[in-house]
């Protein structure tokens, strides 16, 4: 069974920082790109970040440029996104998704394993 688990959700205080982890058990991320994924309340889901099967390539939102750091790490099968300097604008519940390498960067639509998505909330 293919599942993504994600953890280090909770609560931050306007400015602070926050990494959250992403865990693949089931599958081997190596064949596959994977990115974080945002839902606010009452919004869309948008994507925040991706990184290719190789790591090589990386894509952000314009609201997560100079702010958020995607990497992942391949021998240990998990992917990471740090974000610092974080305002209440950031709150919403995050998941982690991957889909099979190929040309684009993480679609929404070619999203194939998503994880549980942890609550990441930004306030004082």
């Known amino acids: 069974q293919l599942q993504l688990v994600e953890s280090g959700g909770g609560l931050v205080q306007p400015g602070g920082s926050l990494r959250l982890s992403c865990a693949a058990s089931?599958?081997?991320?190596?064949?596959?790109?994977i990115g974080w994924v945002r839902q606010a309340t009452g919004k869309e889901r948008e994507g925040v970040s991706c990184?290719?099967?190789?790591?090589?390539?990386?894509t952000y939102a314009d609201s997560a440029k100079g702010r958020f750091t995607i990497s992942r790490d391949n021998a240990k099968n998990t992917l990471y996104l740090q974000m610092n300097s974080l305002t209440p604008v950031y709150t919403a519940v995050y998941y982690c998704?991957?889909?099979?390498?190929?040309?684009?960067?993480?679609?929404?639509?070619?999203?194939?394993?998503w994880g549980q998505g942890p609550l990441v909330t930004v306030s004082s």
């Open positions: 089931g599958f081997t991320l190596d064949y596959y790109n």
């Open positions: 990184i290719s099967s190789s790591g090589g390539s990386t």
């Open positions: 998704a991957a889909h099979r390498a190929r040309g684009s960067l993480c679609p929404i639509r070619y999203l194939e394993v």
